[in-house]
């Protein structure tokens, strides 16, 4: 997601072959006294713009092998479970590459980085700036990149903020992002759309871009914008998406492998918006991720959105989850994912579920225990389908953010039988940095 501010100048910005060891109970390990080993990513000046919006996979084929990536064209990868990263560019020369960083992999071991365009390296001024999305893939395990492939290019709109799933079985790969007629405008002609297009090809060819989301947002890239798509696939193929707009979480859905679309249906209110007033963060949204129970646990089939509002307060942002056992046509009521009982700030979440356990992994920002700014990084766990959670602070230290910093977006975490990287980012001494946790619940 982009946002046009003058002090930011540029804006955006296992150790076990897979399936062979038992996975152990998460609860027990996140409620002793153990603390899980933090591995620094990326470290750079925030100055400007530094490393930020963290998004990392694992390879299902090869768990130890992971790759992650970072605003504006930063990409990490390792092959020793995280322990150590080998960090590159990313270079696309007929796209540009531009943040908004989003990697996922798929059943065969590829990885694939999706990120904004800025073809002709002349953010906000030249006509070209955001005219498509863009994947690139990597097949060595994000050792190398291809030049990548561009889709929903619709000038003069702009396309942004974009999200991917890819289905496990089939490799298919799906998108959805938000379409501004011009980005930035309060012009009350100039609106914004969730988009969509999948590839079958392995990200070689996409479908042309259908617009999914019947009501229209502004084009501020504020509360009435729509915007935060991340959807998710089913083993049958279906397609899931939640996005927000105007304190409301709208929900979406395809059974025909996104040829056609289901009408919006409102699952959730999310008072004073996806963008909230967090101190000492510049900007925070708390925009909706959707995952659907791929496992063979008793809780297969369910759909999670999982958002952050502040419908306890302003001074009390909290972590919300809400589900659906028949396909997205009644949901549960929301469920408090953090368990604190102060009047802190709990935000930036991001959900995963471990497609081979059917647990739910959340990490989210949170100041529970302090009466500042100062900020933790916690992880949250449920292996009931959201019944009942056990959380656990996974940072090894605080930190204060810096206001004045563009601090990105979102975190991001990855789960794979029972293989737990999340990632985030980080504020201290002037400087931006990204980082991991190395958390495995198996024996």
Known sequence: MQKITVYLLLTLLISCKSNQFVTSDPFKQLNDKTQFTNIKIDEASAFLIGPCEPSIAINPKNPKNMVAGSVLDNAYYSFDSGHTWTKLKMVSNEFGVYGDPCIVSDFEGNFYYLHLANPDGKPHESTNFLNQMVIQKSSDGGITWNAGVGMGYNLPKQQDKEWAVVHLKTG???????????????????????????????????????????????????????????????????????????????????????????????????????????????????????VVDNSKSAYQGNIYVNWT????????????????????????????????????HQFFTWMTLDPITG???????????????????????????GDTFVSKIISESSFDPNPDCFFGDYNNISAYNGIVRPIWTRYEDGKLSVWTALINFHH
């Open 172 to 290: 298919q790969i799906y998108v959805t992002w938000t379409e501004f007629d011009k980005y930035g405008s309060d012009q009350k002609h100039h609106k914004s759309r969730i988009r969509f297009a999948t590839s079958s090809d392995k990200g070689l060819t996409f479908s042309p871009a259908q617009t999914i989301s019947d009501i229209e947002g502004d084009a501020l890239d504020d509360d009435r914008t729509t915007e935060g798509a991340v959807p998710a696939v089913s083993n049958d193929g279906n397609i899931f998406v939640a996005w927000s707009i105007d304190n409301k979480i709208y929900f979406d859905s395809s059974f025909d492998n996104g040829k056609t679309w289901n009408k919006d249906v409102l699952i959730a209110q999310q008072p004073e918006g996806w963008t909230q007033d967090i101190p000492g963060i510049g900007r925070c949204n708390g925009m909706p991720i959707t």
């Open 309 to 344: 509002d502040q419908r306890n307060g302003k001074d009390n942002t909290d972590v919300f989850l809400i589900k659906s056992s028949d396909m997205g046509k009644t949901w549960s009521n929301p469920i408090q994912v953090n368990q604190d009982k102060t009047q802190t």
């Open 359 to 385: 647990y739910l992994y959340f990490i989210y920002y949170d100041r529970s225990q302090h009466t500042d700014n100062k900020t933790d990084v916690v992880l949250s766990v449920t292996k009931d389908g």
